[in-house]
């Protein structure tokens, strides 16, 4: 019988999304390599291969999920055309789309968000995946309001109101506002302070 072995980047791919499940199944304080190792069907010999330790591993899960997104953005840019507002939507939407609102992905956000506030480790990956995800918001801001640079009370105003809508998905609130309208009235308050910026 051959063997084919599988690229190592699929396997640590694999191990990642298993860790995801597995620490929305069990929560953060219970789940075990063990048990990550299991639902990705590979022993704990090999899972200790890619990952020092357990915080090793879920750190590394918390940056894969925010890779998923980086490449629908990635996607969904290149489908926005040269429009400024066309990218600038396109990339506040995608994150409202699935995968990202499984509940799996809504489930592993919450939980993240609640390691950062009680471990300084996970809060560092946090700050780190936020810095990214604003800082591409604010090249997309700088075009939509050409002469005006986007302020970081703009960048997070935005931020916030996209981390509120997750939220609410979170919850079971998902339709009690549609992400669409939403992100177009986010849109258009950076009009407005952009307005009364110019001199």
Known sequence: ??????NPDVRRAALLDAAVACLVSQGPTRVTTRAIAAEAGVSSGLLS???VDKEDLLKAAYLHLREL?????????????????????????????EPFLGATHLRARVVFWSLAVSDPAFAAVHNEIYADWELRLSSLIDPFIPGITPTDRTVAALSAMADGLWLEHATARASVHDPADVIEAGIALVQTAAAFARP
């Open 69 to 97: 997104l980086r490449d629908a953005e990635d996607q969904a840019l290149a489908s926005a055309g040269e429009d400024p507002g066309n990218r600038l939507r396109a990339f506040l939407l995608c994150g409202f789309r």
């Open 49 to 51: 291969h890619y990952f």
């Open 1 to 6: 019988m051959s063997y084919t072995r599988q």
